[in-house]
């Protein structure tokens, strides 16, 4: 199998050259959070005053884990490193509860991410002759963005359709012969459904590759779709803290993902002990930015587990590679690609005066794509007894919960106290989904 | 204003049982009713001969529940006599909001019972007469 390197210095990089860049690039970091009031009071308390308090990747260990709750509690710009004149871009994402996080990136910043994404993508054997339709949502949703500009890097033909509009996605396909995917796996399975209904065959298309993310899914998945579309599926792993989508991928020999380690640390972590974990055990997957400016984060805790596989590639890339993801450490459900918490609908649904605190969240399956169901129970105190009254209350819970999560949950109304009344040990979640 | 009792019920088996047998368990009396429809619910309109009581009833097991204010209105049973009350409150600018009625006493007295935008008894009742109608009050209704 032909290998092909997008960087072939800083991808087969031996493990001791690469160990010294990242100690390089972590001084640099550390310098750049320490401009942060956040990381300043933070690493002073762990006796970090500047980079010359970093000796050997081992102090690594001094640094505090940054979570998701300190991204809500700096937001909007307690993280942000640099002047506000360098910054290019910025990318928000959903919060735990109401408030979001922010990423802000510099040129350099959108730079580096952009090489990145090229090199996931010319490890996969796909080059400037294939045909990319990017069918991940585009905006803050980092999916859609990150790829694009990396295959427009490789100097892919880039069809920037986003997400949804299944015919018209289809049509293009056939259209302009498209080869290369980026997409959901349960939106991928929904678009086979689909070609016959458009008159087409998946031989009358020239697909040759899909990159697949932003949903867990299975060896077995994999195999489904290969088999199904005739074509190689890549696993790809992103999330917005650390870009998106270019943080580790798959190559041409489909046997986990590699991670981009010039560009970030990874630490696999027990999620009790916070002892570091070694190769094939499952853990938390700490990363640590190495070359982003605009807004450093170090030992960032994505609450996603995994583990990391044994052994070294046949494509010769000294970075690791990160097995699919296992689970999560807390509650967040994926809906279609999209991450949501239970605490931001609890808070939408607690700020609506006509409907009371017991609510239930469903998802199920609609064909292959997920569907959230929000029940919520009509509060009697604040009925007024009229049918226009609620049927507005149940497009004001869908309407705000759009607002909240961006996601159309289908609302089901119900009477009082029929719902699991509202405690602790109440089962809020019943996701009744077949895992892909 | 005479009160009609609306209740939300989510549209599954043995709702009506429940609603009912609450009724009937406070000695309360339906006289007339109705159900909009709307899939996973549906509102039920009941005309009861002791609403307050039945309200708190139905209140105090957790329904969501209210009591609206409507008119009660003595139509003759004979051909015409709707359209002619309803050209009346168009002429009157008055919007009915829904409605609903049966035959008390075929050939004779039919009941139409209204949700209008208008509020003020006083301009409704003159309204009606112009037109010949009866307005029941609750008690008349309730005893007929």
């Known amino acids: 199998m032909e290998i092909k390197y997008w960087n072939k210095e800083f991808e087969t990089l031996d493990k001791q050259s690469l160990k010294k860049l990242q100690l390089a690039r972590l001084k640099e970091t550390v310098s750049h959070a320490l401009r942060t009031p956040f990381y300043k009071a933070r690493l002073k308390k762990a006796g970090i005053n500047g980079p010359e308090d970093i000796k050997t990747l081992d102090d690594l260990k001094k640094i505090p884990f940054t ?26 994402s959903s919060g735990t509860t109401g408030t979001p996080t922010v990423i802000y990136h510099t040129g350099e910043d959108i730079d580096h991410w952009t090489d990145l994404v090229a ?85 009358s298309l020239n697909l040759k590759k899909a990159y697949l993310g932003a949903e867990p899914y299975s060896e077995n998945t994999r195999g489904k779709v290969e088999d199904l579309f005739g074509i ?48 094939e055990k499952e853990g938390e997957i700490v990363f640590t930015t190495l070359t982003r400016k605009a807004t450093p984060l170090l030992r960032y805790r994505t609450r996603d587990l995994a583990f990391v596989h044994k052994g070294e590639c046949k494509c010769k890339r000294a970075h690791r590679r990160l097995s699919r993801l296992t689970g999560r450490t807390d509650d967040m459900l994926i809906v ?30 609609e064909g292959t794509l997920d569907k959230l169901i929000v029940k919520v129970e009509i509060y009697s105190k604040m009925f007024g007894g009229d049918l226009g009254e609620i049927e507005a209350l149940k497009e004001k819970v869908k309407i705000e919960l759009r607002a909240a999560i961006v996601i159309n949950a289908a609302i089901e109304l119900h009477e009082p106290g029929v719902l699991p009344v509202f405690e602790g040990k109440a089962k809020r979640v019943v996701d009744t989904r077949q895992k892909l | 204003m005479a009160k009609q009792l609306h209740i939300f019920l989510e549209n599954r088996p043995g709702r009506l049982e429940a609603v009912t047998q609450a009724l009937y368990d406070s000695k309360v009396n339906i006289i007339a009713f109705t159900i909009q429809d709307r ?18 009833a139905l209140a105090d097991k957790g329904y969501a529940c209210a009591l609206k204010d409507v008119v009660f209105i003595s139509v003759p049973d004979k051909p015409g006599n709707l359209s002619r009350l309803a ?49 029941l009050d609750e008690k008349e209704l309730y005893e007929i």
């Open chain 1, 67 to 92: 979570t998701k709750d300190d991204l809500r509690e700096c937001y909007p710009n307690g993280l942000l490193s640099v002047p506000l004149d360098e910054v290019v871009r910025i990318h928000t």
């Open chain 1, 232 to 279: 190689d599926v890549y696993n790809s792993y992103g999330l917005s803290e650390m870009n998106g989508p270019g943080v580790a991928f798959e190559c041409v020999h489909k046997c986990g993902m590699h991670t981009w380690e010039d560009a970030y640390i990874l630490e696999i972590n027990d999620p009790k002990t916070r002892e570091d974990l070694g190769a």
């Open chain 1, 336 to 365: 279609n690609g999209v991450n949501v918490y239970p605490s931001q609908i609890e808070e939408v649904i607690m700020r609506i005066p006509q409907v009371g605190n017991n609510y239930q969240i469903y998802l199920e399956k």
């Open chain 2, 87 to 135: 050209t009346l409150l168009l002429k009157n600018k008055i919007n009915i909001i829904d409605a609903h009625g049966f035959v008390l006493d075929p050939a004779k007295v039919g009941i139409c019972c209204l949700e209008l935008d208008e509020k003020d008894m006083k301009k409704i009742r003159k309204i009606l007469a112009k037109g010949k109608f009866r307005v």
């Open chain 2, 39 to 56: 899939g996973d619910f549906g509102l039920m309109k009941l005309m009861v001969n002791k609403p307050e009581q039945a309200y708190l």
């Open chain 1, 119 to 203: 090199r996931s993508i010319t490890a996969t054997g796909a080059g400037k002759s294939d045909v990319f339709q990017n069918m991940m949502s585009y905006g803050m949703f980092t999916g859609g963005l990150g790829l694009h500009y990396g295959a427009e890097r490789v100097g892919m033909t880039v069809i920037p359709i986003g997400g949804g509009n299944t015919k018209r996605q289809i049509q293009l396909m056939r259209d302009f012969k498209t080869t290369v995917l980026h997409l959901t796996p349960s939106y991928m399975l929904h678009i086979h459904s689909k070609i016959g209904e458009c008159g087409f065959s998946v031989k």
